[in-house]
């Protein structure tokens, strides 16, 4: 009795958070990041993402899951040396759609799960500034 009820409120949480998430109208596909090499700390991870709904959507935070710390960054040339740079928050327009690509703006991990050579994959979530949150999986490509 007990555990349909904890069944049932968890149904009813994980519709709640789907219906936020179409409301807001961002979208992720195609999420990835590199092989990671033994001893590594840190990982990019790019997607693409689409803003489909009718308002102007602002991610702020970039949480990835098993992992101490992440930030949005984007890497800039300086003189022939390439660079990266803390972004606080992604602006996406109306209709507008964004490519997280290597040499642009990322996700930079701090650190990493430690059974990440098992799983090939991270659960991402964005969340933006009017407190709508959207989680995608990004998987590990061999390149
Ligand atoms: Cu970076």
Same mark, same amino acid.
């Given at each position: 009795?007990?555990?349909?009820? $904890? ?9 709640? $958070?789907?219906? !936020? &998430?179409?409301?807001? =109208? ?8 590199? +092989? $990671?090499?033994?001893? !590594?700390?840190?990982?990019? *991870? ?6 489909? =709904? #009718?308002?102007?959507?602002? *991610? +702020?935070?970039?949480?990835? $899951? =098993? ?7 984007? /890497?800039?040339? +300086? ?14 327009? /109306? ?5 997280? !690509?290597?040499?642009?703006?990322? *996700?930079?991990?701090?650190?990493? #799960?430690? &059974?990440?050579? !098992? ?10 500034? &009017? =407190? ?10 061999? *390149?």
């Amino acid at each position: 009795m007990l555990k349909s009820l $904890v069944v049932g409120f968890l149904l009813f949480l994980s519709t709640t $958070v789907l219906g !936020q &998430d179409e409301a807001s =109208g961002l979208a992720a596909s195609n999420g990835w990041f590199r +092989e $990671v090499l033994p001893g !590594q700390k840190s990982l990019a *991870i790019y997607v693409s993402l689409l803003n489909s =709904g #009718p308002t102007t959507l602002t *991610i +702020e935070s970039v949480e990835v $899951v =098993g992992v101490a710390h992440s930030m949005l960054h984007m /890497s800039y040339d +300086e003189k022939g040396v390439s660079r990266m740079k803390h972004l606080d928050s992604l602006v996406l327009e /109306s209709g507008q759609s964004y490519q997280l !690509q290597p040499g642009a703006t990322h *996700i930079m991990t701090m650190g990493l #799960p430690n &059974d990440l050579q !098992q799983r090939r994959a991270l659960t991402v979530i964005l969340r933006t500034s &009017d =407190g709508q949150s959207l989680s995608f999986e990004a998987t590990m490509k061999a *390149i």
